[in-house]
């Protein structure tokens, strides 16, 4: 197998020599996602490539203040591109049709991601699972291309950072992503904008959903859930979109006691979006691996993970929930064996 240093070298000189690039995010994109797609695409540009950004839904209102988000476009220009590159996505399902219309076009496929399910589909694959931001890992390349990052493009890089920690909370920051996130810094990005901009506005109706999940709220052997219908969602979102709102699992997961927490949302296309944390000690990733409840259904990190799953949400609750209190007894089990080991 390759290693992540031959991986990224050979990353480096595909995006040194290439120059018309397709870069792609996943769908239902947040803060890394955006983040990571802009600031690789604002240095490509500033390198004098030609760079198209695409995501099949448009950059979240939040998320417009960052420099470069109106050019990101929902369907790609005709033509050919002699390199893609996908940021954020752990497997070829989450990149959406623009993704898959990237991939198609015969140029090689640069996997840019830190999601520890990553099934490695590109030709290259820059896949770091240490990495707390896939917008770490394309600052890491941009460095090592000797690239001077401004002011925008470190903005752009930041937010996925600021965004993919909950502000630096999370346990996968360690002192290299405070000094990542410094060295940005000092390159013009503006942390405290940042965060209130990015992190800590919501809109009205994201409130109002936030409300009724947390009115519906259930805890049970460690697992804590709440889960809305798409009517539901409907009547509280005055935008319209359909969309939920983002981060309940974690607001659910801080409650003393809860293991695990799961949010479920049915989606407009009758799917369920599935928003799962963890306290650390967990690892949610288990319930991907062959014969579990969520195979090949989504993919994520050991404390935060989703799936989306194509059946009735009536189904999918008990289902998974079932599924999450069978990982915390075990997973509860195989950590007071550990200990007993050890004494
Ligand atoms: P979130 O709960 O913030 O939407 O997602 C948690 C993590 O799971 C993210 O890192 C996200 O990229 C990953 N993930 C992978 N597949 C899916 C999916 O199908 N749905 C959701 N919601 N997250 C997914
Ligand atoms: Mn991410």
């Given at each position: 197998m390759q290693t992540l240093k031959s991986e990224a070298a050979s990353a480096i000189d595909r995006l040194a020599n290439a120059q018309n690039i397709v870069v792609v995010c996943h769908f239902d994109p947040d803060g890394d996602a955006i983040g990571s797609l802009l600031g690789l695409g604002l240095a490509l540009r500033a390198m004098g490539k030609a760079v198209v950004l695409a995501c099949?839904?448009?950059?979240p209102w939040n998320l417009?203040?960052?420099?470069?988000?109106?050019?990101?476009?929902q369907a790609l220009p005709p033509g050919a591109f002699d390199l893609a590159v996908v940021v954020?996505?752990?497997?070829?399902?989450?990149?959406g049709r623009v993704g898959a219309e990237a991939m198609a076009r015969g140029a090689p496929v640069i996997n840019i991601d830190h999601h520890?399910?990553?099934?490695?589909?590109?030709?290259v694959n820059v896949v770091?699972?240490?990495?707390?931001?896939?917008s770490e890992i394309v600052y890491n390349l941009l460095r090592a291309m000797g690239h001077a990052l401004d002011a925008d493009t470190a903005t752009c890089l930041l937010t996925g950072m600021v965004t993919d920690t909950r502000g630096f909370r999370?346990?996968?920051?360690n002192q290299r992503v405070l000094r990542t996130a410094a060295d940005l810094m000092d390159a013009g990005a503006p942390l405290a904008t940042i965060t209130q901009l990015a992190l800590d506005r919501r809109s009205f109706s994201a409130l109002a959903m936030m409300g009724r999940a947390l009115d519906k709220v259930r805890f049970e052997d460690g697992v804590i859930w709440s889960a809305m219908d798409l009517d539901e969602i409907r009547a509280l979102d005055?935008?319209?979109?359909?969309a939920r709102p983002r981060n309940i699992s974690s607001l659910l997961n801080?409650?003393?006691?809860?293991?695990v927490a799961v949010f479920f949302a049915e989606k407009p296309d009758g799917a369920v979006d599935i928003s799962m944390r963890a306290k650390?000690?967990?690892?949610?990733?288990?319930?991907?691996?062959?014969?579990?409840?969520?195979h090949q259904q989504g993919g994520g990190h050991p404390l935060a993970s989703g799936a989306e799953v194509n059946a009735p949400l009536a189904t999918v609750v008990p289902q998974v929930v079932d599924a999450l209190k069978a990982l915390v007894r075990e997973q509860s089990q195989a950590r007071e064996t550990a200990a007993d080991l050890s004494r």
């Open positions: 099949d839904d448009p950059v417009t203040f960052l420099p470069g988000s109106d050019t990101v476009v954020d996505s752990s497997d070829t399902r989450r990149v520890v399910t990553n099934t490695r589909f590109g030709q770091d699972p240490d990495a707390a931001s896939a999370t346990a996968n920051v005055t935008n319209g979109t359909g801080a409650v003393d006691g809860a293991s650390p000690g967990f690892d949610l990733t288990a319930l991907y691996d062959e014969g579990q409840a969520l």
